[in-house]
């Protein structure tokens, strides 16, 4: 059930986080005291300005974009819309873009580093929602592992006890073009989706000026489903499988971030944080991440190969030096990255790939050990300072994450398809609305008419409140045009979900006339229900089939909706 504002509620209710700590009790470190950088991060930002906003060099760049606008044709009073304000819009966001990354090449890669790590969003915005903190905050730090100052020595040695007052400066500015960069972007995504509007004020905020609220009401129940879900989806297409039983050999150690769970509060969180360190180790299985990258050998690259080693190494080394253990902390569990020396961690790649039974024993496209250190430099997982390699356990965590491709055609394609539907009945299994007895032959089968011509596949079924679900899985790829609003892959997706939407309606309602299609004898009083998944929540326009409501669930859901919604039952 939606609440008034088209925010959905906390999925699992607020005894979860409770639950969820206990789980990660084990894993947590404890918390180091607060450095030198820490501790004069946080003082002007939050002492300084009393817990009021305030970016001293805000008005330069609010006069800055203002200009900049001004050049590329944008007016306060110009209306915004299609593809035309789409590409104007384009146009400042790049040349903002332009300007942080002018600001990140003022320090190295590792000065941003140590910095990042040490700041908190809601320190540095504590008049804002601690999500639109986040959101601003990722747009500022999103060009500072792109720095082409190089890292020194003397910055790896005084990281813990000295920071220079150019720092405050820089996070300043950084933040400031952050805020605008932001708010731009949020201006082009609603533009991709259909909705009119102009830039106001010095920060540039979006002002609808549509006459009607139907772009507005779609936008607040994507936003919202985006909420409820902490915005998890997959741009591949794909999902990763329940946990399995598969061999031992595929297991690596992965790395999370504590202020990035979903299922903990502010409240609980900022309890967490004052007793452990927020970095965790997390035992992963690799095979479960992109199942049929494995399965059908089409998907597994060299960034893939990399990013495991490179995890692998600092598990090693942490371990040779008895820093595994649950009691010992250090800079991996409190900032999230390490320190080797270049030539023991050279060492390691030097013999092969880790998991060489899943990942080959020799590196991809031909690859030496050196061309792999080029190219987690590049991806910002290992930077080199002086003698030694900070290693970025997070970012090689991220980096793996996202390192698979995904089969485009043939039977490889097809397996990433098949994969999905397995996963998701595999998730729904999981829950509360896992079908028994029966019902569970309806799984897969080919549903015909009278005249045996076959009507559809039946990819995944759930039980719930007397209603059988039928559900139709579609691994559709949102591609990275999606993941930043591009304008026309904005449409393409909904244009695809609500044809899916249709489609699948189409084919319920056929189903409904002669449910003994089925096979099945159903229960007493049971109705049937029909569902379209996807990997990630799409935007559709809110008065098309595929927003319908299903219970509480939107007619084409993404997974992590559907299994929220069972799990909170």
Known sequence: MRLEDGQYPHPFGPDAGEEFADLLGGTLRPRLRRDFPAWILKAPFVEANRGMFKLRFMPKWQEWAATEAQRIGIDPSDVLAGEAGWNQLTLLHDALRVQLRQIADRRSAFSWLVITRRINP???????????????????????????????SAELITSRWWLSPQALTDLDEL??????????YNARRRVAKGQSLRLSGPHLIPEVADTDDIVERAIWLYDGRLNFTGSRGNNLGSFPRTVTDRRESANIITWADLRSQDLVSRDHLAQLLQKYGPVFPLGTNIEDLAPPAFSSGVGLTLETQAAATALS???TYLADRGATWKSAPGEWSQYGYLRCPRDWFIARLEDGPALPELLGS????GATARGVITLLAREQVVLPVGRYFVV???GATSLLMRSFERAREGAAANAWGSSFEAAVQ?????TPWKPTGVLRSVIGKKVKDDNGNVITDIDAVAFHAGSL?????????????????????????????VAASEQWNGYLERIRRRPSALGVHLPDGCTLEGLVVMPFVPYVPVDSSAAKPVGDLCHVSSIHELIAVALRT
């Open 175 to 184: 933040c400031s073009v952050g805020m605008l960069l932001f708010n731009v």
């Open 426 to 430: 595999e998730a729904i299994d999981t």
């Open 362 to 365: 020799s590196w991809h496209t």
């Open 313 to 315: 190494a600092a598990w």
């Open 392 to 394: 970025d356990l997070t």
């Open 122 to 152: 809601t320190d540095l915005l504590p008049a804002a929602r601690a999500s639109s903190s986040a959101a601003v905050l990722s747009f500022a730090l999103s060009e500072v592992g792109s720095s082409r100052r190089p890292s020194k």
């Open 469 to 497: 679900w039928l559900i139709s899985a579609k691994a559709f790829q949102a591609g990275p045009d999606y993941a930043v609003g591009a304008y026309d892959a904005v449409r393409r997706i909904a244009r695809k979900a």
